[in-house]
């Protein structure tokens, strides 16, 4: 086993599961007046979806913003099921993939992500969930990626330094954030190659 790395930090969506805020986007477009290119281009991530994510910014809040820049009459519960609309299967194979190195490593989840969309994707994916030791979700935390304080609260947790964990992000903006830190970071741009690079940095796999 390769003693250099004891932990990996992994991010959640279109590295655990595939997510697709197209989806959402697509959902929101049957209660807005806008013609789907205006409504996308309306739905930035602008500072109250950071906040969002943050825990900062109430539901409430959150949905009242949204609907307002997307030209939408919408109940909460209709809101939330169009938000939640993002999420897509697990990748073939990240679980067996989880079972595998939790038997010599540890592992724990590092997620942007916001109280809606974690009271529908804990329930959704627990199966899978459950190997991790930790999930450390933005909102419940009060920090976010790309951050530098969010990665030190993740070392902390872990009770490790920078060059003994490995870091796996779909986001070039967080991989940058975490690599400046001395963090080994991996870009994840799909399964098969995330696991080509474990491999390649010594990571026992089976």
């Avoid at 599961?17 to 996308?40: G, V």
């Avoid at 919408?74 to 939330?80: A, G, K, L, N, S």
């Avoid at 964990?165 to 991989?175: C, K, L, Q």
């Amino acid at each position: 086993m390769n003693n250099r790395f004891k932990a990996l930090i992994f991010d959640i969506g279109n590295v655990v599961f595939e997510i697709s805020f197209q989806s959402a986007f697509e959902a929101f477009a049957k209660h807005s007046s806008l013609p789907i290119e205006d409504l996308n281009a309306s739905l930035v991530f602008d500072s109250i979806f950071e906040d969002f994510e943050r825990g900062k910014v109430s539901p409430e809040t959150f949905r009242v913003h949204v609907s307002k820049k997307a030209h939408m009459n919408i109940t909460p519960e209709e809101f939330d099921r169009c938000w939640n609309n993002i999420y897509l299967p697990v990748f073939p194979g990240l679980e067996e993939l989880l079972i595998n190195l939790k038997k010599n490593y540890r592992i724990i989840a590092l997620s942007n992500t916001n109280i809606i969309h974690t009271t529908d994707w804990m329930v959704r994916y627990e199966n899978t969930l459950q190997h991790f030791e930790k999930i450390l979700c933005s909102n419940e935390i009060g920090m976010r990626k790309p951050d530098d304080e969010i990665y030190h609260y993740a070392l902390e947790c872990l009770n490790m330094q920078a060059h003994e964990v490995i870091f796996m992000d779909d986001n070039r903006d967080n991989i940058n954030a975490s690599r400046k830190l001395g963090i080994q970071s991996i870009l994840v741009n799909d399964f098969k190659q995330m696991k080509a690079e474990l491999l390649d940095l010594g990571i026992q796999l089976i």
